[in-house]
């Protein structure tokens, strides 16, 4: 049961490679007097995106933390764990 999801009686129009190909199909069904038609991201939309670098020299680190402070909440850090003695 899906509950009162707001898209319980939608039907997809098709996958789009590009807003604007989205857009134009939007513009057509508008012409033609389809009144309800919006564009929406298909499936879960990824927020978070890590990678972890092993044993990376100071000067590359450097770079990565410059590239870092170019999107907002990137937040570079050292992720190397101590050797635990067995």
Do not use: W
Not at 46 to 51: E, M, Q
Not at 61 to 72: K, P, V
């Amino acid at each position: 049961m899906q509950g009162a999801n707001p898209l319980r009686h939608a039907i997809s129009l098709g996958g789009f490679k590009s807003d604007g190909a989205a857009q134009k199909l939007v513009d057509q069904l508008q012409r033609q007097g389809v009144r309800s038609v919006r564009v929406l991201p298909r499936g879960p939309q990824g927020t978070r995106t890590a990678f972890k670098y092993r044993a990376i020299e100071p000067a590359p680190r450097t770079r990565l933390a410059d590239i870092a402070d170019n999107y907002a909440g990137a937040t570079p850090g050292d992720c190397r764990q101590p050797l635990v003695a067995g």
